[in-house]
């Protein structure tokens, strides 16, 4: 079975400062990518999502994930924090072989010092 | 954008008790799902669902739980005997098709006492 996991549980930033988190999954064939975000008090929202193509994805709020194969790696990335992105964050893979189940990464908490 | 909604926000129950948690899917949806986060652990999926039965479950979705769509609306997962373990928060998601987005619901807090 496929699994997901995401290094950092706990992420503190000042306001500007630059952002990648990790998301690496155990699966070798097809998959697909998203990263869901879930703000204080609010409901998980889809960032961005990879199925094919460009492994470059931009996605909500200038945030962006690079898909790299051969590292089995979706990292997100964000240039430049607001104190507003302050939420947790939730990588997911879809596996080809397993229907439309999602697995999600045990997530990230970004805080954002304003 | 169109919700997903949810209700009770929040639900106390004794174990042992019967629970039903509701929710209305996207109006033009045709695939429901329950997902459940433990306090601390990963967001696991339970059960999709799409024309009116089951189309995948998960180990956790056991005998205790069932899913239903009793109206054009309304989806609801019913856990017929309630263990202390199974307290959780439970999202109900839905989408049109596929892997394409899914819509999530704000989650119910299910806490078994």
């Known amino acids: 079975a496929q699994s997901v996991s995401q290094h950092n549980h706990h992420v503190i930033l000042s306001e500007a400062a630059s952002l990648e988190l990790g998301c690496n999954y155990s699966y070798g064939g097809t998959v697909n990518l998203f990263w869901y975000v879930q703000y204080p008090g609010q409901h998980l929202q889809l960032l961005l999502k990879?199925?094919?193509?460009?492994?470059l994805v931009k996605g909500i709020k200038g945030f962006e994930a690079e898909f790299i194969k051969s590292k089995f790696s979706f990292n997100l990335r964000k240039p430049s924090v607001q104190w507003s992105d302050t939420a947790e964050y939730f990588c997911?893979?879809?596996?080809?072989?397993?229907?439309?189940?999602?697995?999600f990464g045990g997530g990230t908490r970004l805080m954002v010092k304003p | 954008e169109p919700e997903v909604t949810q209700t009770p926000s929040h639900q106390v129950t004794q174990m042992g008790q019967e629970v039903i948690l509701r929710c209305v899917p996207i109006s033009n949806h045709l695939y429901f799902y329950w997902y459940r986060q433990i306090l601390g652990q990963k967001v696991e999926f339970l059960v999709s669902f799409y024309n009116n039965e089951i189309s995948e479950k998960s180990e956790i979705f056991d005998d205790q739980f069932s899913v239903e769509r009793p109206d054009g609306s309304n989806f609801t997962l019913k856990i017929r005997s309630t263990k202390l373990e199974d307290s959780a928060m439970y999202f109900c998601a839905s989408n049109t098709g596929g892997i394409e987005k899914l819509f999530f619901g704000s989650g119910t807090q299910l806490s078994v006492l």
């Open positions: 990879y199925f094919s193509g460009d492994p």
């Open positions: 997911a893979v879809n596996a080809g072989n397993a229907g439309n189940m999602l697995t």
